[in-house]
């Protein structure tokens, strides 16, 4: 976790939605199978002190980095470690990010060996702040700004998907996220239950498995078969 996720909101929308001025130049595209080293939307403070919308690559690289080869194993940092990390600390004690997801994708091995993909979506169609933290890289040619999502223990029935899941903040954590000098402690503080309540684990199909897929089919639920459908009922 999380390896997969979906952000389908115009610009415009995220802009309004985080109060934050849109640098993207309204180049943000909806893509329901998000993958590591995309440019995807993220919300940022800005030097100016606002907040700012813009495009970023997922899979963090340290300014240190020698090439951008090993981006795609930093799309998740854990909550564990963020703080103290070579690759995460000053990136996570300076420069902190929302990221907007409609949800994310995990994948649940069956009894008959078949990986089984869930969507894990609020099921009122609200929008989830993921916890990120990014960096600039300029290592070769124009900066690249990267970031990576926060993971944590997952909870209640997530557990049951798997044992991780993204850090999600409720809107009165957006502010503190972004700009908070508070202890670690507190900035990486689980989510309340409340907010895991709201979230549906939903089955859909194989194709998300593919990075090519795309499209909001692949967010439709699915029935399941067999051992999976015997265990629907402890699951949802």
Same mark, same amino acid.
């Given at each position: 976790m999380c390896g997969r996720y979906a952000t389908t909101r115009s610009a415009g929308d995220l802009s309004a939605l985080f109060e934050s001025h849109d640098e993207t130049g309204g180049g943000v595209d909806a893509d329901h199978n998000v993958a590591p080293t995309d440019r995807v939307p993220l919300v940022r403070l800005a030097p100016a002190g606002?907040?700012?919308l813009t495009l970023g690559r997922w899979g963090l690289l340290p300014s240190w980095s020698r090439s951008p080869a090993g981006a795609a194993r930093?799309?998740?940092?854990r909550v564990e470690?963020?703080?103290t990390s070579r690759a995460y600390a000053g990136a996570f004690a300076r420069r902190r990010c929302l990221v907007p997801a409609d949800g994310w994708y995990e994948w649940v091995r069956s009894a008959d060996g078949?990986?089984?993909p869930y969507y894990l979506t609020p099921s009122d169609g609200s929008v989830l702040a993921l916890a990120g933290i990014w960096s600039v890289w300029e290592g070769s040619g124009e900066p690249l700004l990267t970031f990576s999502v926060?993971?944590?223990?997952a909870l209640g029935e997530l557990a049951e998907v798997h044992d991780r899941m993204p =850090? #999600?903040? *409720?809107r009165d954590r957006w502010g503190p996220w972004l700009a908070s000098?508070?202890?670690?402690?507190? =900035? #990486?503080? *689980?989510p309340a239950p409340g907010l895991l309540a709201g979230l549906e684990i939903r089955p859909v199909g194989a194709a998300v498995g593919n990075v090519r897929n795309n499209g909001p089919q692949l967010t439709a639920r699915v029935p399941l078969t067999g051992a999976d459908a015997?265990?629907?009922?402890?699951?949802?």
């Open positions: 606002h907040r700012a930093m799309i998740n940092a470690t963020v703080a078949r990986k089984q926060l993971t944590t223990s =850090l #999600l903040l *409720p000098t508070d202890e670690p402690e507190r =900035l #990486l503080a *689980p015997a265990k629907e009922t402890t699951l949802f």
